[in-house]
């Protein structure tokens, strides 16, 4: 008996760290964009980027963080002072028998130190 549970929990080990390998690069990488979006905003409080080009640039730096997204994934939002950059999408990930989508939802917002 304490073989068949020794062998039971080696077994379940091995799938953990399987899921494990497969499940934690889509939350680092979205640890990585979440990162990028801070320092984006900040940048971009300050300099004078029109709304429509942020989504482009932002979705290109995405891929350098390992996230694939469209422009139509980011949503820019100004209002006075303050600018608020989100991004929703979704990965998917190859789990033998299983694949699904994780939904990943990565916002931040900014406020012009300067303003009133």
Same mark, same amino acid.
């Given at each position: 008996?304490?073989?068949?549970r020794s062998i039971f929990f080696v077994?379940?080990?091995?799938?953990?760290a399987f899921v494990l390998?497969?499940?934690?690069p889509a939350y680092w990488a979205d640890y990585k964009?979440? !990162?990028m979006l801070d320092q984006e905003a900040i940048v971009y409080t300050y300099q004078? &980027?029109? /709304?429509?080009?942020?989504?482009?640039i932002i979705a290109g730096k995405a891929d350098e963080c390992g996230v694939t997204i469209g422009p139509e994934n980011v949503?820019?939002? !100004?209002?006075?002072?303050t600018l608020g950059i989100s991004v929703s999408y979704y990965v &998917?990930? /190859?789990?033998p028998g299983i694949p699904f989508n994780m939904h990943f939802t990565t916002s931040t917002t900014n406020r012009d130190v300067m303003a009133k």
């Open positions: 008996m304490k073989e068949l077994l379940l080990l091995i799938v953990a390998y497969k499940i934690l964009l979440g !990162r004078p &980027k029109t /709304d429509p080009e942020l989504p482009t949503t820019v939002e !100004r209002g006075g002072a &998917k990930i /190859d789990m």
